[in-house]
């Protein structure tokens, strides 16, 4: 099983907002974890977003929108990354890390389609 | 303005060896922690190693270990990365990239690396 998944795709429509997922690997508990999420257009390096541990432990990557937003769900074990107010350039492939066992992780990523 | 330029990528046959270089300019390179990503074609992203401001400090990503190598030149603001025992799944496209407390902030454009017979 792997570290943090990620669902392949999600659809959603301008203007609306977007949910984006990253599970950790059962017996790996989110609360101790600083998730952070990158953004990723076709050609192009990937762009940090932004870092989210708790409310109070967070940070937004420079000249990123305030739109974009982390959060965690810890019944799912899930980090979260909440797009609101969805525009057209959001859509891009959107990956997860974390630093477990001594190894920066990535997520599979999601493809997120504005349609 | 921070650059990240990589260079050292081309085709390479199944057991042979490359060295990736990434030359950063515009920021204070010996202050900074490294990362090496990769990506194959199509594919998600898959760290690869990381090392310290120092050079103290060093992590690679299991599948690389024993066959890549990672090291800095610090006095002349140069990243490098030593591939050997290259396999086909190695093909992807290398980034290097800066850290500061876990942000991957700045990105080369990446350097691409195929392994084929």
């Known amino acids: 099983q792997a570290v943090l998944t990620q669902p392949s795709s999600l659809s959603a429509s301008p203007g609306a907002s977007a949910s984006l997922t990253c599970t950790l690997r059962?017996?790996?508990?989110?609360?101790?974890?600083?998730v952070y999420w990158y953004q990723q257009k076709p050609g192009s390096p990937p762009q940090y977003l932004l870092r989210?541990?708790?409310?109070?432990?967070?940070?937004?990557g420079s000249g990123v929108p305030s739109r974009f937003s982390g959060s965690k769900d810890a019944s799912a074990n899930s980090g979260i990354l909440l797009i609101s107010g969805l525009q057209s350039e959001d859509e891009a492939d959107y990956y997860c890390?974390?630093?477990?066992?001594?190894?920066?992780?990535f997520g599979g990523g999601t493809k997120l389609t504005v349609l | 303005e921070v650059q990240l330029v990589e260079s050292g990528g081309g085709l390479v046959k199944p057991g042979g060896s490359l060295r990736l270089s990434c030359a950063a300019s515009?920021?204070?390179?010996?202050?900074?922690?490294m990362n090496w990503v990769r990506q194959a074609p199509g594919k998600g992203l898959e760290w690869v190693s990381y090392?310290?401001?120092?050079?103290?400090?060093?992590f690679y990503a299991d599948s690389m270990k024993g066959r890549f190598t990672i090291s800095r030149d610090n006095a002349k603001n140069l990243l490098y990365l030593q591939m050997n025992s290259l396999r086909a799944e190695d093909t992807a496209v290398y980034y290097c990239?800066?850290?500061?407390?876990?942000?991957?902030?700045?990105w080369g454009q990446g350097t691409l690396v195929t392994v084929s017979s």
């Open positions: 989210y541990k708790s409310d109070s432990d967070k940070q937004q």
């Open positions: 515009g920021f204070t390179f010996s202050s900074f922690s």
């Open positions: 890390m974390i630093w477990h066992g001594s190894a920066w992780v």
């Open positions: 090392i310290s401001s120092s050079g103290s400090y060093i």
């Open positions: 990239a800066t850290e500061a407390q876990g942000e991957l902030g700045y």
């Open positions: 059962s017996g790996i508990n989110v609360g101790t974890y600083m």
